[in-house]
Antibody, heavy 118, light 112 residues
Framework: EVQLLESGGGLVQPGKSLRLSCAAY????????MSWVRQAPGEGLEWVSS????????YSADSVKGRFTISRDNSRNSLYLQMNSLRDEDTAIYYC???????????WGQGTTVTVSS | DIVMTQTPLSLSVTPGQPASISCKSS???????????LYWYLQKPGQSPQLLIY???YRFSGVPDRFSGSGSGTDFTLKISRVEAEDVGIFYC?????????FGPGTKVDIK
């Protein structure tokens, strides 16, 4: 079964950094674009960032541009999100999502929780 | 960015009755490649979102046939022919015609 497993979330102070990881299983990771989507407590879904299958193209929401960097290591079947200069409003569950050309965001991880608070 | 709106924002349905959710986009989601980049997701309580409908009206693998999507351009609808208890949660529409995807605010469905 295709699976995505996020890790790296936790409690962090405003202005600090955190790196999220996502391990991919049971699909050819290098063939698919990947995305991060977040959900603040009690709120809806917000697309954060996407990366092409080879890592050559990346896209980010204005709310995180210049602070967050998406990357991947196809040799390790892993996706990353480096989050710098964290703010209170970055507090959310962060989902790793597989992007299919046909189905869109079709496989979601269970999420990892990031809490930014002093 | 394309703005997605949904109505209603909440819905209480009697089991066995139909339900309908509307989604509108601020720009057409019909691409020059002929595909319509509109998707529907359901987030059940305590779970990650799951894909229901892709490209406006195609049902994803394993999704019950009581779910159907319709619409074109900027106006779309998700219909549940007969709501079941397991359908409770928040339904989201999403566009990905632009590289920067955007979601609707969500429609919370519960059972009467």
């Amino acid at each position: 079964e295709v699976q995505l497993l996020e890790s790296g979330g936790g409690l962090v102070q405003p202005g600090k950094s955190l790196r999220l990881s996502c391990a991919a299983y049971k699909f050819t990771f290098s063939s698919y674009a990947m995305s991060w989507v977040r959900q603040a407590p009690g709120e809806g879904l917000e697309w954060v960032s996407s990366i092409s299958n080879d890592g050559g193209s990346t896209y980010s929401a204005d709310s995180v541009k210049g602070r967050f960097t998406i990357s991947r290591d196809n040799s390790r079947n892993s996706l990353y999100l480096q989050m710098n200069s964290l703010r209170d409003e970055d507090t959310a569950i962060y989902y790793c999502v597989k992007v299919s050309w046909t189905y869109g965001l079709n496989v979601w991880g269970q999420g990892t929780t990031v809490t930014v608070s002093s | 960015d394309i703005v997605m709106t949904q109505t209603p924002l909440s819905l209480s349905v009697t089991p066995g009755q139909p339900a309908s959710i509307s989604c509108k986009s601020s720009q057409s989601l019909l691409h020059s490649d002929g595909r319509t980049y509109l998707y529907w997701y359901l987030q059940k309580p305590g779970q990650s979102p799951q894909l229901l409908i892709y490209e406006a009206f195609y049902r994803f693998s394993g999704v019950p046939d009581r779910f159907s999507g319709s619409g074109s351009g900027t106006d779309f609808t998700l219909k549940i022919s007969r709501v079941e208890a397991e359908d409770v949660g928040i339904f989201y529409c999403m566009q990905s015609i632009q590289l920067r995807s955007t979601f609707g605010p969500g429609t919370k469905v519960d059972i009467k």
